[in-house]
């Protein structure tokens, strides 16, 4: 059986790691991490990682967290202890499909009570460039505010993380940059326009920005703009959209309206788990939209 069983690493190790090491653009990946917990709710996720551990001519890295008990919330983990047969049988329907792709495959497994904990040192261990993981379904707004695994995650990985739905389809094929001009953005609009610019497979790139009130509009305006003249320098045709609302709401619906296969977007960076389980954009994207969501760190200078 190719599983290699790590022994846990302290957290406080990890903690005491206060420069996130930098990683390439999305069309340079070197290292993937698939999170995932044997769950119906972790298919979109293999299908996603599988995709782009083809496509970038890399290995991919599975990730299963053994010992849990207390569910993955919005990730989805619903099976517990004592499953080493339908457990085998998984990994091998795994590898079948990794060999259809012509994909490496490690699978890993981390014995640890706490998720969180076992998906972050992982990544820092493989200096992983994305974890990949599922996510639940559209309801899982209020588990995600009261902080789950995937909000964690989001705020302390590494990393770029990409969150998938389990009917998301695997496509890639339109693009949406989610922005707000901020240095928390600035990331997203770089992975933005380089994903549309190298990947083939990408056929539009949609750049949007939401303004809160009236009055803020032109501001959303320039940002959009600015976006679209970057883009042309690097050769790539990015379309705008501007609009006056709640910002994850418009997010959403945009996405929805345009069949958007991955939105992009920037996030905090890893001390700011208070705010994004107070209730942030990003967070709330990841847990109510119908496509994957690239949640992009800021890039440390």
Partial sequence: MVATEVSRMKMTEVSKMDIMYKTQLMGELKSLLLATDGSQYSEGAIKEALLLAKSCGIKLTLLYV?????????????????????????????????????????????????????????????RSDVIIMGRRGMTGLKRMLM????????????????????????????????????????????EAINMAKRCPQVKSLTVLSVAQSDTRLPEAQDIVARVKTAAGIAGVNAITVTGVGNPYEFIINKA???????ILMGTHGRTGINRLLMGSVAERVVALSHCSVLVIKETLQ
């Fill in 66 to 126: 053994n010992g849990l008990s207390g569910g993955y919330e919005s990730g989805g983990m619903t099976f517990v202890e004592h499953i080493d047969s339908k457990l085998t049988k998984y990994f091998d329907d795994i590898r079948e499909l990794a060999a259809e792709e012509n994909v490496e495959l490690d699978i890993v497994i981390r014995r640890t009570d706490d998720t969180f904990e076992g998906i972050i040192e992982e990544s820092y261990e493989k």
């Fill in 256 to 262: 929805k309206e345009l069949d958007i296969n991955v």
């Fill in 147 to 190: 902080g789950s695994v995937t909000a964690k995650i989001i705020a302390y990985a590494p990393c770029k993380v990409l969150v998938v739905p389990k009917d998301s389809e695997v496509k890639g094929e339109r693009v949406m940059l989610a922005t707000d001009g901020s240095s928390f953005s600035a990331s997203a609009e770089k």
